[in-house]
């Protein structure tokens, strides 16, 4: 690593710290002044609220604070005539973008993981602790479908990975053939296990004198096979609240059952997608800098740079919401925005460079 390369990473990480601590300031204590009244009381469950509200606005701080220090960064470089500097010695552009775009790459890389562990449900966990449900979250008459069976949960505890009053009804050409009931389930090797099961079998064909149906007793059961309580509470529920892991185990499982998957679609591509439109912002407010600050000026780039970081982010969470209602399909309301934006900011940043 140069020393040039070194002397630029510095200083923009320092700016982008201090907007970052800035920004997670502001968001969770703006949030925490408005629901303290609706936190209770206690120190462990306000100091969790902070936590998992920290880690929500991070999901929106750290993009938006990788633009916002390099918008600084540039800023400071101009009014130093450090720009000039750089010249002299010989760097060129490349040598000036090319580390601040590697470290943004990696502290996006970064977020997309955090997103893979538990910590992806902070939003829902925060909005628990609001609503007094931490502890006691459950979910009431969950109907699903699982191959050629149909499952029915009376009450699902998601943390607790068990579910009460299980009827699982076969179906064989839209007649029900078989009828599974079980008091209790749990789920264990990515596996429901339902257990002291009651076994009903209807016959094929129904006569007057000797049809009777099959009722046996087992044990246990097991169904409805990688079926997570997250996957299924969320599903249920509609949320749009899911690790990248669970996500993914979703977007297998509903698939396999012709279930419509563009929600989980839209959320994978939210979570690993979108946050990759940084990069091009980066490019395009550099190749609108000046080498000179004697005829630039200032505050009108600076100002352009912020309220257009501000429009781009808001139009693919627009474009997010607009999926997730069910409006467009992800690949054309996501993927597609995102790759022409690539391509149209590859345009306009040769063009300025070369003019």
Known sequence: M??????????????????????????????????FKSIPPSANLQLLYILY???????????????????????????????VAFNALGATRKDIFKPVVNISIFLLTILIFLQVTPLAYSYDQKRKIVNNQYFTSSKSDIFLKYNEYYVYFEKLLPLEKRAENIHIFKI?????????????????????????VKIIKKPKNITLEDSKLDVRYEKFLHTLDGFKPNILDNVYEGNTEFS?????????????????????????????????????????????????????????????????????????????????????????????????WILSSIYFYNKKINS
Not at 65 to 76: A, D, E, P
Not at 175 to 185: F, L, M, N, Q, S
């Open 172 to 196: 064989d050409d839209m007649d029900v053939v078989e009828t599974i009931v079980g008091e209790k389930a749990y789920f264990q090797n990515d596996k429901w296990y339902v257990v002291d």
């Open 244 to 340: 990248i892991i669970d996500a993914i185990s979703a977007l297998v499982l509903l698939d396999e059952q012709g279930i419509n998957t563009q929600t989980i679609r839209s959320v994978l591509y939210n979570k690993i997608v979108i946050p990759f439109f940084i990069i091009p912002l980066l490019l395009l407010i550099y190749s609108y800098a000046s080498l000179n600050s004697r005829f630039f000026n200032m505050g009108k780039f600076t100002s352009f740079s912020i309220f257009g970081t501000l429009i781009v982010w808001g139009f693919f969470f627009m474009l997010f919401k607009f999926t997730n209602g069910g409006v467009v399909i992800p690949e054309f309301s996501i993927l597609m925005p995102m790759f022409i």
């Open 53 to 83: 509200n920290g880690f929500f606005t991070l999901t929106l701080a750290l993009p938006l604070s990788i633009v916002f220090g390099w918008v600084i960064t540039l800023t400071i470089f101009i009014r130093n005539n450090e720009f």
């Open 2 to 35: 140069s020393i040039l390369t070194k002397y630029i990473l510095k200083k923009y990480l320092i700016n982008f710290i201090i907007v970052l601590i800035s920004l997670e300031l502001f968001f969770v204590g703006i949030d925490f002044l408005q629901n």
